[in-house]
């Protein structure tokens, strides 16, 4: 894959990346903002989201296949105590070529240039594409857990 960061690309690339990419994922969370704000919005807010993390743009980057195609998302970050993988999405297209596995790794690479002495990251547990490759890029699984949230 070749990469592009968020300085030279905008928003507008990853917007279109995470709207393709998060209606067919294994994800619950990301299925329920599809599911009530439809793909696009739920993309744009997810990103928003994303921006409110401390990262520097040089590490949201863009991979594109061979062909020129995008391909996966890296949104590495630091949450107030620790930095975290952030969001790895993948398109539909390119899934099943190890993509995932490169942008956790890739967004390992950045935090830790970037001074991270502890990295992490989640995905939910129906997830086993990003289980995979979490594991395959070095990270354990330490902890076993519900998510609940209330609307008020």
Not at 134 to 149: L, M, P, S, V
């Amino acid at each position: 894959m070749t990469w592009h960061a968020l300085p030279s690309l905008g928003r507008e690339p990853f917007i279109a990346l995470l709207a393709e990419a998060i209606p067919t994922s294994a994800d619950a969370q990301l299925g329920a903002r599809v599911a009530r704000y439809g793909a696009r919005r739920a993309a744009e807010s997810l990103f928003a989201d994303m921006e409110e993390f401390s990262y520097e743009p040089s590490w949201w980057e863009l991979g594109y296949a061979p062909d020129g195609t995008p391909a996966a998302l890296s949104l590495p970050a630091r949450n107030p105590s620790i930095a975290v993988i952030g969001l790895v999405a993948v398109s539909p297209a390119c899934r099943g070529n190890g993509y995932a596995t490169a942008v956790v790794a890739r967004g390992t690479r950045l935090l830790v240039e970037a001074g991270a002495e502890e990295i992490r990251g989640d995905c939910d547990a129906a997830n086993t594409a990003m289980i995979m490759a979490f594991e395959r890029a070095g990270y354990e699984n330490f902890a076993d857990r519900q998510e609940f949230t209330r609307r008020l």
